[in-house]
């Protein structure tokens, strides 16, 4: 694998297996990440777009090393995560590393002010006391517009849900996160304020070069947010390249459900009733768990999975 400075993580054939034995019946296997390959560029966000139970969550805690894949590799900076040498180089990694939940309480202690959620990292993973650390604490929290005043003695129940996503994200920038996992980060969060998170996190890629791998159902805060998307569904990557080139043209009809499910009547299926609609996804779903190692590149970046009509048509 050729590592290139402009690729910080390369995944490559990525397969996750997850063997289930119920209490009664036979056990089974549920392949959550089947041949997985994409790359994200430093300072870079690749969204990857999927309903439930599609794989994305799989992927983000491969990527945060929280399991070891069943095959295939993940690469950052050219260097295999499963094949790290020391223990140094693993703790660098899972610091160069961060990820974000859906639930922004779920990484903030209770019984800690913000201060000390921020202080913490900074004395650890960077080494600093006194004044520099005090500085330090406030350009991260500036980072995230959040005013200190306002902040740093609260403890995380007194910050609303948006504000508490900032501060997961200063702790991010404070540990030194080079790649952060956001994973669903705006679908708790209310309405209102989910733009404004979207539009931090842009602007950390932009004047901080963090780079994202930004996990979400919902492919309009995709195209907000990303300079690469990539559809996802049974463990598959479907469709993949430009948002806009993606979004404008869709080539996988699993691509084209999701569009559909979006709120802009511009992009809905045109007169379809609810009932025919439901039966279509469900056709448009089963010929997407089919499994093809074939891909077509539509245009330059923009690929298509091949599946079973086109083939039909090839023939
Ligand atoms: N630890 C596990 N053990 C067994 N099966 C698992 C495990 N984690 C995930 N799975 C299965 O793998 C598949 C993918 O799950 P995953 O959580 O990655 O989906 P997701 O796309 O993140 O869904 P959601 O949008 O609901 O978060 C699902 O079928 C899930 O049940
Ligand atoms: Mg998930």
């Known amino acids: 694998m050729h590592y290139t400075n402009t690729d910080l993580l390369r ?7 997850f063997q289930l034995k119920p209490m009664l019946g036979p056990a089974r296997e549920v392949v959550a990440l089947n041949n997985v390959t994409l790359r994200i560029g430093t300072g870079k966000a690749l969204a990857v777009v999927g309903e439930s139970g599609s794989g994305k969550s799989t992927l983000g805690r491969a990527v945060a090393r929280l399991f070891s894949l069943s095959s295939g590799s993940i690469a950052f900076k050219g260097q295999d995560i499963a094949h790290m040498r020391s223990r140094a180089e693993r703790l660098d990694y899972l610091r160069s590393v961060q990820m974000v939940f859906q639930d922004p309480f779920s990484a903030l202690n209770p019984a800690h002010t913000i201060q000390h959620h921020l202080e913490r990292p900074l004395m650890l993973h960077q080494g600093l ?6 500085a330090a604490v406030r350009e991260v929290l500036a980072d995230v517009e959040l005013d200190p005043e306002l902040t740093l003695g ?12 900032r501060v997961n994200l200063a702790r991010a920038l404070a540990v030194g996160a080079e790649l952060i996992v956001a994973d669903e980060p705006t679908s708790m969060l209310d309405v209102s304020i989910r733009r404004a998170v979207l539009e931090l996190m842009r602007r950390m890629k ?19 947010i990303a300079d690469e998307i990539a559809i996802m569904y049974a463990g598959q990557i479907v469709e993949w390249g430009p948002p806009d080139r993606v979004i404008a043209n ?11 499910a979006v709120p802009d009547p511009s992009v809905r299926l045109d007169g379809m009733s609810a ?21 077509l590149e539509v245009q330059p970046g923009h690929f298509v999975r091949k599946f079973a009509a086109m083939a039909d048509a090839a023939r």
């Open 11 to 17: 995944i490559e054939g990525a397969t996750k297996i």
């Open 129 to 134: 006391r006194g004044v520099s650390l005090a």
């Open 154 to 165: 609260k403890f995380p129940h007194e910050l609303s849900g948006g504000q508490r996503q």
């Open 206 to 224: 932009e004047t901080r070069a963090i780079t994202f791998l930004y996990i979400t159902h919902d492919i309009a805060t995709a195209q907000f």
């Open 250 to 260: 869709p080539q996988h009809p699993y691509t084209r459900l999701l569009l559909s």
């Open 275 to 295: 009932r025919s609609f439901a039966r279509e996804a469900q056709a448009v779903r089963a010929l997407a768990r089919t499994a093809t190692a074939e891909t």
